[in-house]
Structures are given as C-alpha cells and as structure tokens.
C-alpha cells in the first residue's frame, strides 16, 4: 500500500489576547478625612516631596587663575614743585615761585632721564604760571603808580628829579600824570630847582606838610635863581601819606607862568 500524502490543516485562528490594563491608580484621600493606613500618592501627585536631590556634577577644573597684579608703587613728588605752586598761588615771594618752578623741571626732567621717575611736573608749571601773572600785575600796578606819580596838589613825590632837570611840561592845577626830563636848551616849561627831605616823624597831616614845603621851596628859589626869574611860578611835589614813612622828599619847581621857554634860570 503506497503512502498517501495527507495534508496538515492550518491551525485555528486565536482570538486576539485582551488589552493590558493600567496599573490601578489611587484615588486622593477625601478632604478632611484621613487616608488609610499604608495608602501613599502615586509619584507626581500634588503635595507629594519631589524626588530626592540628583548627584552633582563635578565642577570644570577649568584654566589656572593669574596672580593679581601688584600696584605701582607711587612716585614721590618734587619739593620745590610744591613749593612753586605754594609761592604762586599765595602771591608771596613771586621770584622764589618763578626759581622753584624752574628748578623744579630740570629736576624732574634730569631724574627720569637716570630712570628715577618722580612727579611734580603740573605743580611746576601751574606755580611758573601763577608766579607770572602776580608778577606782570605788581609790574602793571607799580608802573601805573609812577606814571601818576607827579604833582598831586601836595601829594605825590618827585624824588627822581634833580635840582637843574628841566621838564617838558607842568600842570597848571597842580597836578601833572608825567614829567618828562629834557635838556634845558629845548623849550620847557619848568625848572627843578631844589629837592629836599622833611623831618622825621609821624604824618603832620597836609596842611602841615604844604606850609613847610612853600617855605623852603621859596627860600632855595632866591639861592638858585637868578633876579630874572622873580615873575617865575614855584610849584612843588610833596610826599603823601601812604608813603610817609618811605618817601619824605619834596622837589621844589620854577614854571614860567608866560609858558614854555628856553634857557636854565640858575645863577
């Protein structure tokens, strides 16, 4: 008997398996009720403490850090560049201001060049400026004050002049801004003819000082001059009270009342 080939039947189709469920989860306690005993909040449900801390991650080493630089050790300031600044600002000693300043710079000037750097350079040059600025005001003022000096009605001093000194011009109220020396051949209008120096002592005040001054004034005219000038007008510079105590000089002049002439009156 031969052997028949009998097929196999295909297997029954299985109904497909049911669905996994999800775990249960637990239900909030009821408020103002208690949870049972050993009930604990699924992870993540409000109020539940986070999980615990993560491991840290270890820290870059990172580069190696530069030292902090050390600070520049200061430089000491030039004396005499405080003292320049001193002298010029204060307006005292303004020569001494204008030296120091100087000084100053070349020592500053003269160190850095060895390698010792040392300051004061601003102060120098701010004590030069201020020194020099006093200094042109003192020139300004003492100039303003000799070319006012003259015949002030009684004040005033002519202690440059010199008994023979003819004078280009003379105030005829007593008071002139300048008095100009020129030769007693060109034509002038006063002749100085005596100077002299009052006594020693405190200020006799004004009147005092012009009543003595006319009286001398008038006594050395008839010494010096000659008959011809007896119509001559003697006028005369006096000292002041501010400068009593430096200056007690008075120059006696002879002006020719006619105007501007020439020759010397000396006998």
Same mark, same amino acid.
């Given at each position: ?17 049911? *669905?996994?469920?999800? /775990?249960?989860?637990? $239900?909030? %306690?009821?408020?103002?009720?208690? #949870? !049972? @005993?050993?009930? &604990? =909040? +699924? ?7 986070? *999980?615990?801390?993560? /491991?840290?991650?270890? $820290?870059? %080493?990172?580069?190696?850090?530069? #030292? !902090? @630089?050390?600070? &520049? =050790? +200061? ?28 000084? &100053? ?163």
């Amino acid at each position: 008997m031969s052997d028949q080939y009998q097929p196999v039947p295909p297997p029954e189709p299985q109904p497909p398996a049911a *669905p996994a469920q999800a /775990p249960p989860t637990q $239900a909030p %306690p009821t408020p103002g009720w208690p #949870p !049972a @005993a050993g009930w &604990a =909040p +699924a992870p993540g449900w409000p109020g539940q403490a986070p *999980p615990g801390p993560y /491991p840290a991650y270890p $820290a870059w %080493p990172g580069a190696p850090g530069y #030292p !902090a @630089a050390a600070p &520049a =050790p +200061a430089r000491p300031v030039n004396g005499f560049a405080i003292a320049s600044l001193v002298f010029g600002v204060v307006g005292v000693g303004l020569l001494l201001g204008l030296v120091c300043g100087f000084v &100053a710079l070349r020592q500053i000037g003269r160190r850095a060049a060895s390698g010792r750097r040392e300051g004061g350079r601003g102060l120098a040059i701010a004590g030069i400026v201020a020194s020099g600025f006093w200094l042109l005001v003192v020139t300004i003022v003492a100039a303003a004050m000799i070319a006012g000096g003259g015949l002030a009605g009684g004040g005033g001093h002519g202690s440059a002049l010199a008994p023979g000194d003819c004078l280009r011009t003379v105030g005829t109220s007593g008071s002139v801004a300048d008095v100009p020396v020129v030769s007693c051949s060109a034509r002038h209008e006063g002749e100085v003819f005596a100077v002299f120096a009052l006594q020693d002592g405190p200020w006799p005040g004004d009147a005092s000082v012009a009543q003595a001054a006319d009286a001398r004034c008038n006594e050395e005219f008839a010494k010096y001059a000659t008959s011809a000038a007896s119509k001559m007008d003697i006028v005369y510079v006096t000292p002041r009270q501010d400068t009593w105590s430096l200056d007690r000089t008075v120059t006696c002049i002879a002006r020719d009342p006619a105007g501007p002439s020439t020759g010397s009156i000396r006998k």
